[in-house]
């Protein structure tokens, strides 16, 4: 079963961009500051089930902390969008990619880890497909983990998920890469900016729409 994961929102200051979230939309990223072996920091938002907003910024040296900062030097933005999926070297082979390995390491010293594939690609480093990921949880925790997060957020209305994204991508180029028996809530539009363009978080009484 395919779907949706996360969203990154690349940004120059975490907690600026915390503090946008937060005036902005209602909504609140949780305290902690997760690092990356390939340069990045994050802070993430709870919104609803597994899925969140990740915040994303460079952090020390790597690869991925340099192209955050290529891509942010105009200023803090939509970055990428992920699927998650439990066939994960099913969708590989069938579109030819190569399943990496990635981790963070959390302020209590724990680490989570997942694979991943595609993230590479030039279409999905644009935003206008997702990588696909994995994560690895062999005890069935994550969904409990998620809704404590969410419960820890209080931001004071219920959040029931991402409702859509908007993505600036060729609907057939979209429907290839995702397969056809795909059912999750894209909108793929022509835009001379491609990439991810909105994302609309779901509540009981209307939708939050990020762009």
């Keep these: 079963m395919i779907q949706l994961d996360h969203v990154i929102y690349g940004t120059s200051d975490l907690e600026a961009a915390a503090d946008r979230f937060g005036t902005e939309f209602g909504l609140t990223a949780l305290p902690e500051v997760g690092r990356h072996p390939g ?17 994303l910024t460079p952090y020390g040296e790597g690869a991925i902390g340099d192209w955050v900062r290529r891509r942010i030097a105009d200023g803090d933005g939509w970055l990428m969008w992920s699927v998650t999926t439990d066939a994960l070297e099913f969708e590989a082979a069938r579109l030819g990619l190569e399943i990496t390995e990635g981790r963070v390491t959390h302020q209590d010293g724990t680490v989570g880890s997942w694979r991943s594939a595609g993230s590479t690609r030039r279409e999905v480093t644009r935003g206008g497909l997702p990588f696909w990921v994995c994560y690895d949880d062999p005890d069935g925790t994550r969904p409990e983990i998620w809704g404590r997060r969410l419960a820890e957020t209080d931001c004071g209305m219920p959040l029931q998920g991402m409702a859509w994204l908007e993505v600036g991508i060729a609907r057939p180029e979209l429907q290839r890469w995702l397969g056809s028996d795909a059912a999750i809530p894209v909108r793929a539009v022509n835009s001379a900016r491609g990439g991810l363009l909105r994302v609309a978080v779901a509540t009981p009484e209307r939708e939050i729409v990020i762009s």
């Design 39 to 55: 340069g990045t920091a994050n802070r993430c938002i709870a919104v609803g089930g597994t899925q969140y907003i990740e915040l």
